[in-house]
Antibody
Framework: VQLVQSGAEVGKPGESLKISCRAS????????IAWVRQMPGKGLEWMGI????????TYSPSFHGHVTISVDKSITTTYLHWGSLKASDTAIYFC??????????????WGQGTLVTVSS | EIVLTQSPGTLSLSPGDRATLSCRSS???????LAWYQQKPGQAPRLLIY????????IPDRFSGSGPGTDLSGRDFTLTVSSLEPEDFAVYYC??????????FGQGTKLEIK
């Protein structure tokens, strides 16, 4: 199992941006993929999650309306998109696969992280 | 909203010591819904423990998880490292599954070399 994320990005406030997470080594449509933010020197924040099988998506209230999570099953890739960046979006973003065997819910595989820097 | 509070914020210990990290939930959660991760600088988090006490594949048996605590409230969980190795010094996060936000993390405990 591998989750490979796109490279570091630099954007300006108000610009749009999309980063990606390509999955391999397992049946892509059978596992949820989440996005997690880590601001500089801070902890982990769950942003939202998508089920590639049917594109069902749930967002954390803290991020709902500011980011969009999408998927392209044909290339086993999940995306995190901003329509209008803010300086406070500067962070490392991780994608992570959710495993849920017998009622447990945890993130067993993680991407390497994508650094997003927003600066005018 | 379920909030996870980890303590202490920083734990200073020496190799060979026993480390005990705490994670308290603001509401009762099922033991199935609590996991622990380790994160080293510049790396992605790594799953250590799931379902409160199950070690992830490849995790050494010096790592163990327990809970809920003796107050039977279903809110106190513990990660123990029985004898610290140099590579264990890192930041540790607990994570829960529940009501919105569906998933949340504690603020982390930094385990540093004394």
């Amino acid at each position: 199992v591998q989750l490979v994320q796109s490279g570091a990005e630099v954007g300006k406030p108000g610009e749009s941006l999309k980063i990606s997470c390509r999955a391999s080594g397992y049946t892509f449509t059978n596992y949820w993929i989440a996005w997690v933010r880590q601001m500089p020197g801070k902890g982990l924040e769950w942003m939202g999650i998508i089920y590639p099988g049917d594109s069902q998506t749930t967002y954390s209230p803290s991020f709902h309306g500011h980011v969009t999570i999408s998927v392209d099953k044909s290339i086993t890739t999940t995306y995190l998109h901003w329509g209008s960046l803010k300086a406070s979006d500067t962070a490392i973003y991780f994608c992570a696969r959710l495993d849920e065997p017998m009622g447990s819910y945890y993130f067993d595989y993680w991407g390497q992280g994508t650094l997003v820097t927003v600066s005018s | 909203e379920i909030v996870l509070t980890q303590s202490p914020g920083t734990l200073s210990l020496s190799p060979g010591d026993r480390a005990t990290l705490s994670c308290r939930s603001s509401q009762t959660i099922s033991s199935s819904y609590l996991a622990w991760y380790q994160q080293k600088p510049g790396q992605a988090p790594r799953l250590l423990i799931y379902g409160t006490s199950n070690r992830a594949p490849g995790i050494p048996d010096r790592f163990s998880g327990s809970g809920p605590g003796t107050d039977l409230s279903g809110r106190d969980f513990t990660l123990t490292v029985s004898s610290l190795e140099p590579e264990d010094f890192a930041v540790y996060y607990c994570q829960q599954y529940g009501s919105l936000p569906l998933y949340s993390f504690g603020q982390g405990t930094k385990l540093e070399i004394k």
